[in-house]
Every structure is written in structure tokens, then in C-alpha cells.
């Protein structure tokens, strides 16, 4: 059912399908679907703004790696790690005795290095998680073979590569489950150096009979920053194991790191009177200048 037909698929002998191959659940709040008028338009708008942004930084830094779901990662990584990098060099030696003598008050470090910790691994969850999920593969079962591997003469089978990519900078570990009958690929487990392609052996089946035919693999993908046989490990026992530990691994060091350098304490709201970032910038150069020239002078 879900395409205004009379009858379901099963009974125009299409086989059930199977959880692995449902890829999203309408939400029914009170029973019935929830409808929000416009968010069309608005994730339209959204995607437009982003997919420019990328397009901009790829460009300007010569980095096409930028460009895609991963591309959004990487950009998340580096306003991040850029943001984290501001706040240590930024912070004065006086707003450093301020924070250990004013504990009481502020933002606390902690808070500000879970949030920097927290969007590493959004990030490195959006990277593995957007490209993996279900791919589908129409096969028509047909009296005889056509050019192609959508048109399969019945009861034979036929193959075909299947391209792995990764435009990212960081390796990927792939896995390939095939999840309903008539279909196999060949290895299974691949790994993906960065901005390269691996390829595949996709082989789909035509039954004897005559008809069209869906066949499903999944694919889950991990980034390469633990050791393959970790991740093989983990996603024997669940496909998401390795993404948790991916997280822990990218986020808990990071996370350390900045207690280590910035200690625990509170970091303290800026006030109303204080000057912007650049006059403060431009007050400290102009003040060296003087302060050499004057030495200069004696």
C-alpha cells in the first residue's frame, strides 16, 4: 500500500518488507499524520543556504572535500576547532586571574568544552550516518536478457560493479549487508582511502518467473579512526557500536585536552562597556608600536 493502489504489494507478489529496508515512519501524534504547513519550503531554503555556503569555502580554499553531506561535517569540525582555538588565544592573562577569582559567576569552562566536544561528534555522526541506509534495485525477470542489469533473463543471474565513494579526508570502512533474497556483493567490507572510489561486486538474480522484482542491500559506513578489527568487532554486535565508539573516541580527548588548557573553572560574560574584539586587537598592536618605538628613541 502508500501508492492509492486497491491491493498491497504482497498480493500482486511482491515479498513483505523487512525492518532493514523501512527507511522512515510517518509520525501519527493522536492518529493522525502531522502536517506542518511550509517546512517544504523551509528545509528547501535551508539546504539552498548550506549547499552555498560549501560551495563558497570550497572554492576559496581549494578544497572540494567541503562539498557534500561530509563536506557540512568538516566544515562543523573546523568552526568548532576554530572557535576553540579564539578562546585560548584570545583570553588575556587578566581574564584569566578574573576567572580563578571569581568562580561564582560565568559561563562555566566545562559547559562551554562539552558543547565544542558535542558538535566534533554531531558532526562525525552526520558523516557516517547520511550516507549509509538501504539502497534499492529494481530487477525486471524477463523472457529474455536486455543490455543492462535491470532487464535479467529468468532464473539467471547477472553482475555488475557497485562504486564506493568517499570525498572526505578521512578514510572510511564500509560494510555491505544485502537484506532480501536475489542479491550478493562481493567483499563485503571495504575500506575507502580519502577523496578515492572502491569498487564492488553487485550480482542480482531474476526468479524463474516472470515480473518486477525489488532488491535491497544496506550500507553502513564508519570512519577509519579506530583499527578495522575494532569496527569489525563492534558491528558484528551491532551496526551502531562502532558509531558510538567513533563519538567517544573523536569527542572524550578533545574534551580532555580543553580542561587540560583551560582548566574548570567559569569563563565570565563579556560586559555591555567592554570594547569589541577588533579595538581591543588594534589597541594592543598600537600600544606595542609605541612601546618599541619609544625604546627605539632611548
Same mark, same amino acid.
Given at each position: 500500500?502508500? !501508492?492509492?493502489?486497491?491491493? $498491497? !504489494?504482497?498480493a500482486?507478489?511482491?515479498p ?10 510517518? =509520525?501519527?501524534?493522536?492518529g493522525?499524520v502531522?502536517?506542518?504547513p ?10 539552498d543556504i ?5 560551495r563558497?569555502f ?5 578544497? #572540494?572535500? *567541503?562539498?557534500?553531506t561530509q563536506? *557540512?561535517? &568538516?566544515? /562543523? ?6 572557535? +576553540? *582555538?579564539? %578562546?585560548?588565544? =584570545? ?10 577569582? %571569581?568562580r ?6 566545562? /559547559? /562551554?568544552?562539552?558543547?565544542?566536544a558535542?558538535?566534533?561528534? /554531531?558532526?562525525a555522526?552526520? $558523516?557516517?550516518v ?6 534499492e534495485f529494481?530487477?525486471v ?13 529468468? @532464473? ?5 560493479? &557497485?562504486?564506493l ?9 564500509t560494510?555491505?549487508? #544485502?537484506? $532480501? !533474497?536475489g ?8 575500506v ?9 561486486t ?9 515480473? +518486477?522484482?525489488?532488491? +535491497?542491500?544496506?550500507?553502513?559506513? +564508519?570512519?577509519?579512526?579506530? #583499527? ?18 567513533? !563519538? ?8 580532555l585536552?580543553?580542561?587540560v588548557?583551560?582548566g574548570? @573553572?567559569?569563563?565570565? $560574560?563579556?560586559?555591555?562597556?567592554? #570594547?569589541? =574584539?577588533h579595538?581591543?586587537? =588594534?589597541?594592543?598592536?598600537t &600600544? ?11
Amino acid at each position: 500500500m502508500g !501508492d492509492n493502489n486497491p491491493f $498491497t !504489494d504482497q498480493a500482486s507478489g511482491e515479498p513483505p518488507v523487512k525492518r532493514s529496508q523501512v527507511v522512515a515512519v510517518v =509520525w501519527q501524534p493522536g492518529g493522525s499524520v502531522l502536517s506542518i504547513p511550509a517546512i517544504g519550503t523551509m528545509v528547501t531554503a535551508s539546504q539552498d543556504i548550506i549547499e552555498t555556503v560549501q560551495r563558497t569555502f570550497a572554492r576559496l580554499l581549494g578544497m #572540494p572535500s *567541503l562539498l557534500g553531506t561530509q563536506g *557540512l561535517a &568538516y566544515l /562543523l569540525i573546523g568552526i568548532s576547532a576554530l572557535a +576553540y *582555538l579564539a %578562546d585560548i588565544l =584570545w583570553g588575556s592573562s587578566t581574564q584569566r586571574r578574573t576567572r580563578q577569582r %571569581d568562580r561564582d559567576s560565568g559561563t562555566s569552562a566545562r /559547559l /562551554l568544552l562539552v558543547l565544542f566536544a558535542g558538535a566534533i561528534v /554531531l558532526a562525525a555522526t552526520v $558523516t557516517m550516518v547520511a550516507p549509509s541506509g538501504p539502497e534499492e534495485f529494481g530487477v525486471v525477470s524477463s523472457e529474455s536478457d536486455s543490455p543492462g542489469i535491470g532487464v535479467i533473463e529468468a @532464473g539467471t543471474n547477472e553482475s555488475t560493479q &557497485y562504486i564506493l565513494g568517499n570525498g572526505g579526508a578521512v578514510p572510511m570502512v564500509t560494510y555491505l549487508e #544485502p537484506t $532480501t !533474497d536475489g542479491v550478493a556483493v562481493q567483499p563485503r567490507e571495504n575500506v575507502i582511502p580519502p577523496d578515492s572510489t572502491v569498487n564492488a561486486t553487485l550480482t542480482l538474480s531474476a526468479p524463474p518467473e516472470a515480473g +518486477y522484482y525489488r532488491r +535491497y542491500i544496506v550500507e553502513h559506513r +564508519y570512519l577509519h579512526v579506530l #583499527p578495522q578489527s575494532t569496527i569489525r568487532t563492534l558491528y558484528e554486535v551491532h551496526p551502531w557500536l562502532p558509531i558510538v565508539a567513533i !563519538d567517544l573516541a573523536l569527542g572524550v580527548p578533545f574534551y580532555l585536552l580543553g580542561v587540560v588548557l583551560l582548566g574548570s @573553572g567559569r569563563v565570565r $560574560t563579556r560586559s555591555k562597556d567592554r #570594547p569589541p =574584539w577588533h579595538r581591543r586587537l =588594534w589597541s594592543r598592536l598600537t &600600544y606595542r608600536t609605541e612601546t618599541r618605538a619609544g625604546t627605539e628613541k632611548k
